[in-house]
């Protein structure tokens, strides 16, 4: 049933004619009554100067009644009252049309349980309550026994007021962010006010959990109820280490500059004279780029100064993310990872991560990139960073320009029809030129910029490739290619002999050079299939597909760039004027060389035994198994190059398998008189009956296994806007309890013979996690250590998912980071601090 009506609308001729209609109906029924039940009724005459602005519609599933005399319209069964932007759902609702107060209740089954409870929703505010009132002329309501939410905040309360502006002023109060009928956790207040848009303000309030009360209590409360930004003060977190003595860590304060920067100012306090301090900056352009730029410094103090073995240790770490939005500008991307800091920055600072404290590098690029749509160019500068954390050296390359036109075939004609071979003749062009350095990372410092700038190696490179590929004899491909590059430099080397000082003197010059060079290859190859049919049940068919190759590749003798000096002996000697160049020096050697390889592959065909009709299944039994060597036919000596072996595959599906050896044909010799040891030109067929020697050996294995995940979303654990993005940006924070365990295992051995001696070289890691129940989930990570027969970095991660709250313990039980951290705290991130922290610290230093 649905209804239309403006209240007031009643003029008093329609009265008179609604009673006429009654005396009529009494007349004829013998009855008289002051009421109608209606189906509909529908009225549009005169609008009373009192009226409401805009239509009220109401519909009921059970039955409308309407009372002329009291001018009240009753609505039983999922009733529904709609005004302006104000939606209204109960079990029954009574319309005052006279006072334009809506009366709005839920109703009692035979259980005593109550069923349509009123809904009230208001500009995307929605209201739960046991029974409510609403004046739609002055916009003010009561509210008994109401339940509303606001972003991530939920608010119970015995009587709510609501004004004609919207806010909401509630009588014994709890807030909360469970969103239980029966929350887990909330702040009881005698007094609450919430201000759409903007904030929830409490008067005294006390914690309670589980309806325990606890001592916890605060004067007053603020709490944030809009989507935008607000500056704060970060409250940090208490704790007490035996070496650098009490603590408090990450207090700070939250900048919203607007709503599209925030910065975080953070720092750390020890009682012991450490310190520290971060700035993290985010910003984001919608539609265009996002981004981070955080920096911290950090200095610790190990001991006291009056000791021998005091200590005092810096640190710096700069890390900036920019993307851009692919859509912003297709055609001119920007991007941006720096990780830039000293190498003992993480295994300094026991705030850093397992990863972040087990890497051995850092590494940076700083990108642009420029197409111009429907042209074949492409440019690239690029800025780039590598740090390694063992040898302690720093290699920066600012910048790196690189250019290229892609593959132009230049005698292909416009007309259409079948192509001739040297239609496919492709031509591109590349240009990479980029400036240089590596040092050791003490040199990178304001002081030493100087010196710095003297060891930047630049230089740009050519090149241009020339390729095509045809049939012959319909199953063989051949690919001829000739390449042409050239190296050039805006400095060279020039090297003397002084008779006077009986030395070398080498002498850099500034000048242009440039050297270049070609060389030019045709392979060949093709496929040859085998199969073995089977006609046993299981196995139906063995397919062997081998792929040989053979193929010529030729490289001049190039004496560009060579030079020779005579030393006082009258002995000559050459070198290259490029030898420092950052490209190097031409090729000076002349080579020829016949390529040699052969690719295998095997595969098994299953029958389905299930369905006949079924289609059969493909097994990869070896996804590769490839050899390969060369011949040098311009060589006066060992002319045959190393044996390669190269195997792959994958064992039901879950084990990777990879295999690369090197075997050397030729045998060794060493020297009796001066010990050294010498690759001779004699085969090691020849001498020991082996095929070659094998110099180097790689396996490594591997696997990732986890169960069916119950559910495809993070909803079940993460239910809200706010939260799920948090997820988003930060994944190693997402507990996943919808795959009930996973297990990933990687082991890895090497080989090494180069001459008599040989080395092995073991390596081990394993991580996984596992659901105890649907709320505990338990994670390792660990590895073992075959020189010192010891596990290598280990943690353990204990999570526990209390609904509104989560248990976190990170435990590393052994080893120079020994340590544990426990936290319990509320999931939401408007009470992000509302947590309890235990810590034990490790000895870093």
Known sequence: ??????????????????????????????????????????????????????????????????????????????????????????????????????????????????????????????????????????????????????????????????????ILYIKNGKYTTCNLDHPHYFFSAKKLKIIPNEKIITGPANLVIEDVPTPIAIPFGFFPNSNKQKSGIIIPSPGESGQYGFFLLGGGYYLAMSD?????????????????????????KRYKFSGSFNTSYSVFKNGFKEFPNYSENSNFFIKWNHQQDPKARPNSIFSANVNFGNSENYSNNFNSTGTEYLSTSFNSTVSYKKSWAGKPFNLSINGYHSQ????????????????????????????????????????????????????????????????????FKNGMKHSIPLSTSFKVLKNFTVNPTFNYSEIWYLESVEKNWNNQTNQLETDTLNSFVRGNSYNMAVNMSTRIYGMYQYRGKVIKALRHVITPSIGFSYVPEN???????????????????????????????????????????????????????????????????????????????????????????????????????????????SNTTTGQITKINTSEWARNGNIGRLTTANMAVGFSLKSKSTTKSKESNYGSEAELEYINSNPEAFIDFNVP???????????????????????????GDFSLTKRWKVGFNSGYDFELKDLSYTSVDIYRDLHCWEMSFHWVPFGQRQSYLFTIKVKSAILQDLKLTRRNLPNVF
Do not use: C
Request: net charge positive.
């Open 741 to 767: 365990w996973t297990l990933s295992m990687n082991y890895n051995i090497r080989y090494s013979k180069p001459q008599f001696q040989s080395s092995i070289i073991q390596t081990l890691n394993f991580s």
């Open 559 to 669: 004496r560009s760039g060579l030079r020779s000096y005579l030393d006082s002996t009258n002995t000559e000697f050459e070198y290259s004027i490029f030898e420092n160049g950052i490209y190097g020096r031409s090729n000076t050697s002349e080579a020829g060389l016949i390529n040699l390889g052969l690719l295998n592959n095997f595969e098994m065909k299953v029958r389905n035994r299930k369905d006949s009709l079924g289609k059969d299944t493909k097994i990869k039994l070896l996804e590769n198994l490839k050899f390969s060597s060369s011949y040098n036919v311009v060589a006066d000596s060992l002319n045959w190059s190393n044996i390669q072996i190269g195997a792959r595959t994958y064992i039901f599906k879950k084990i990777s398998l990879n295999f690369n050896a090197s075997v050397d044909p030729y045998a060794l010799d």
């Open 388 to 455: 390694n954390t063992l040898n302690k050296t720093v290699t920066v390359r600012l910048p790196e320009v690189a250019f290229n036109v892609s593959r132009l075939y230049p005698l292909k004609r416009k007309a259409a029809g079948k192509q001739k071979f040297y239609e496919k003749i492709g031509l591109s062009y590349s240009m990479n030129t980029k400036n240089e350095v590596t040092a050791g990372d003490s040199l990178f410092s304001t002081n030493n910029i100087g010196l710095l700038s003297d060891q």
């Open 260 to 284: 599209n920067v925030s910065t975080q100012l953070t720092g750390d306090y020890y009682t012991k004279g450490s310190w520290a301090g971060n700035m993290l900056t985010n910003y984001k």
């Open 1 to 166: 049933m649905k209804h239309n009506f403006y209240t007031k609308h009643f003029a008093f001729h329609k009265i008179v004619v609604l009673g006429l209609l009654m005396l009529v109906a009494s007349t004829f029924f013998g009855q008289k009554s002051d009421s109608l039940t209606v189906d509909t009724v529908v009225v549009d005459t005169l609008t009373s100067p009192d009226a409401l602005k805009s239509k009220v519609t109401y519909k009921a599933k059970d039955s409308i009644r309407v009372d002329l005399k009291s001018q009240l319209v009753y609505l039983f069964g999922q009733s529904e009252v709609y005004y302006e932007d104000i939606e209204l759902k109960a079990e029954e609702i009574e319309i005052d049309m006279d006072s334009n107060i809506v009366t709005a209740r839920g109703k009692q089954d035979s259980l005593g349980k109550f069923y349509g409870e009123p809904v009230f929703s208001e500009k995307g505010s929605i209201v739960n309550s046991h029974e409510m009132k609403y004046n739609f002329d002055t916009k003010k309501g009561l509210i008994i026994d109401a339940v509303t939410h606001e972003g991530e905040n939920y608010i119970h309360g015995d009587k709510i007021y609501k004004t004609p502006d919207d």
